[in-house]
Structures are given as C-alpha cells and as structure tokens.
C-alpha cells in the first residue's frame, strides 16, 4: 500500500513566513510532478490556505480538526486550484483539542487512510498538540528561520524529536525573509551565509540556498482585492521565483530518494501493537468464567448478551458476566430486602443505573471475623468517583438456593478463588448488547485506570483513619 510523504513546516517563532512557504510550495511541488497528489492543510488559526485555493464559495461543514475523529481522512479532501487539494481549516481547533490523545495520532490515521502523494502541513508558533502530531508524522520538517530567535527555537524541536527516539536530521532548517541589501564585513558576507553557519555550527542541516524577502511576494497575500496570489502565477519577475523553484527540487528528489519512511514506519508499528492488542483481548476472553456468575446459565458464543453486567476483581484474575435480572436479584436479597417483585427490581434499578450510561458499580467486603463480614454498594460516575452507597452486615451461610442463585459472600468467595481474604473489591459495570466490547484493549484500559484509580482512593483513606 502506497503512503504519504509527510512535510511539516514549523517554528516556534511567528513572522518567519510559514505559511507562504507552506502554501507556495505545495504548488511548485504540484508543478514539478502534475501526476504526483499534493494535499496541504494547516493547524495554524488563519485561513490562508482556504483562501488561496478554494475554487468558488462554498458552505461545508468538513474542517481539518475532524482528522481526529472518526471521519475517513480522504472524504475531509477539497479538490484545489492549481491542482491541490486541500483540508479547510478551522476556528474551533483550540476547543477540540481533548479529542486529540497523543502525538502520534495523526500518523497512525494517516498511515490507516488512503491518502497518498505528499502531505504538507502547516502549524501554528506554538508547540501544541497539533503541531506535536505534525512532528512525529513527519518525513521532512522544513524550518525556515530569519534570525537568531528563530535559530534558537530550532532546539525546542530537535528536542520533541529526540524524546521520540528520531533523529533530528529530520529537521532542515531554510534562511527565509533574507534582506539581500544588507551586507557585513568579514567572513560572513550577508545575514543568510551568517545563518547558515550558525545553524551548522548547531549539528543542524540546512537547504541549499535561502528564500528572500520581497514587497512582491508580500504583496500577494495583502491586496485591496482580498485574494492571495502564488508566486509561480504573480511573482514570476522576482528572485524569489527562482529560489522557490530551486527548494522544491531539493524538496521533491528527497522524497524520491527516501519516501514515505515515517507511516511505513508507524504502520508497522501498528501492526506489531494490534497483535500485541489482539492477543490480550484473547487472553481475557479466555479468562472470563463460562456461565453466569449467579445462575449458572452458559455466556453466549458469539458473546452477544442483552441486559448482562461484566465484573471483575481487583487482581484481574477473576472476571465474567452477570444477567441482569440475577444481579439484581442478588442485591434485592442482601441489601434491600425490604423491597420485592419486579416493581421494586425496576426501583432498585433506577436507583442504582440512574441516566448514567454503562454505569460502574463498586462491591467491596471487609472480612470483620471468620463468621462476619462488612460488604459495602457504591455507584459511581464515569471517572470512578463515589455518588452514593450502602453498607450492610452478612453472616456466613451456606449457598442460596432460590432458583438455584448464589448469595454475595459466596459471589466474593469464587473471586477469591476459595481462599479467605480481609478485603475484597469487585467493579461491576453494565454493558451494551455486545459485552466483548468491553475487553478490547482501549475500553479495557479505561477499565482499568478507573478500577487503579478507586484502589489507591481507598488506600488513602486507609492510610487517613
């Protein structure tokens, strides 16, 4: 499967001129190879890109902060003047940013999509976490600097590159803005050669050459007409003509010689993680009890389960499913034994369900003495926190019998396996009609950052009395 070629143009200083060099690049890249897909879109909080290569007005809802979510990466596409196409940007990228989980989220869905050719992006002068997630999918990440600052920034960078075990030759720095007017004595003649040597004097690489600075070009993106202008239509009579089209050849033979390296990377990478996913999510199923938990009734094959409650103990050593109507009956029996029939089970259910969706609920017993036992009912939000709860003595008896259901002692009693404990917890959790779902490796995670969560609450408030 063919994959992009990911270019990031970033720096972490403002005015440098990133996106006239993202913009303008993607379509002298586009000229140099008409048969070659070239997509551009940007993370910064402007609509440059929108501007220079929408084809007419347009209303549509499709923005480049859906990359995020579930939407197929090739359905967010514009079809582009001067051939590009493009991701609309967006003014709610702030107030999106917790759908974003970790840096290397837009790699991994970039690498699962069908998008091809070369992907250029453009990121805003701030080291968030969409220009984090540029980063790292990075095959190339062209820094144009224009001063010393800028320079200095270039470290923050190569940083965020070293903490993710890459090399930051991936960095290419390039002296834009460059005043040609401008001369020094000695041996650095101009502010670019100056530059360029202080950058390799850094272990950093530069491009050949610089792009200059030029009222020309600068007048293409501020005009009392409001359009923005490329260089390769508008700008064909300046030097900055030339040197763009001589970065986009160093640009376009260094994708030919390396190509899409990073996703095939990140691709294999997730592969390698899904089998490791897949063969957990085997070992769970594996170890989830045959039957009912109360009644005994055999789990489905196929693991499709209305109205059933997975549980599970602290050490993860015992789990399974419940029917709902046998979990209920369970805590009709113990903790509510005022109340009877099917009417006060669906009061107990509203009680203990409420709006939530999939809500948790928390068993723990503290064994008090060899015949007495404390067991205490928490429901809980979404984050494991406590909402409500009840507390109840139990003697030890033999097994319950009523239709041939289990009593709680005897519930806590299969968790641990047989063997006498002081304290036992047991987090009970609704399902969907597909219970598995819950053992797959990103629910089951969440699963278990709430259950590690309530542990080391009840070890603080041990530790407090």
Partial sequence: ???????????????????????????????????????LFSFDNHFTVDQMFRLKKMVNPRHVGQ????????????????????IQSSHTLFESQHQVQNVEQLAQIIARSSLQGLVIIDTSPILDIYTRNALFAADRIIVPIKDAPS????????????????????????????????????????????????????????????????????SLSTNPSGKIYPIITH???TEVHLQMTHLARQVYLDYLEHGPGRLNEVANNLFDQEEEFLQEYKSRVKNLQSTCLCCEAPVPEDGIWDNAYFLENETGCFSGFIEEDCFFDLLLLDFYPELSGKEQQKLLQEILVGTANQPFLLLQKTQINS?????????????????????????????????????????FNQAAGGQAQGFQQLLVQQTNNNPLKLLQHHHYMEWQTIFNRIQVDHRLESESN
Avoid: W
Avoid at 172 to 178: A, H, T
């Fill in 371 to 411: 015949e007495l036992a404390q067991v205490d009912l928490f429901r809980l939000d979404q984050q494991g926190e406590k909402i409500s709860g009840r507390s109840i003595l139990l003697k030890k008896r033999r097994r319950f019998q009523r239709q041939g259901k289990i009593s709680l002692l005897h519930l």
């Fill in 67 to 86: 990359l995020f979510t579930e939407s197929n990466t090739a359905d967010l596409l514009i079809d582009g003047q001067y051939g590009v196409n493009f």
């Fill in 151 to 218: 320079l200095e920034n270039c470290r923050n960078l190569a940083n965020f590159l070293v903490q993710h075990q890459r090399s930051k030759t991936v960095l290419k720095l390039l002296p834009c803005l460059i005043d040609t007017r401008i001369h020094f004595e000695g041996p650095f003649r101009n502010s670019y050669q100056l530059l360029k040597a202080y950058a390799i004097n850094r272990g950093f690489r530069c491009y050949e050459g610089f792009i200059a600075k030029s009222p020309k070009v600068e």
């Fill in 1 to 39: 499967m063919a994959r992009s070629y990911i270019i990031t143009i970033a720096s972490e200083k403002g005015g440098v001129g990133k996106t006239t060099l993202a913009t303008n690049l993607a379509i002298y890249l586009k000229g140099l190879a008409e048969d070659l897909p070239v997509t």
């Fill in 235 to 237: 700008g064909r009579n």
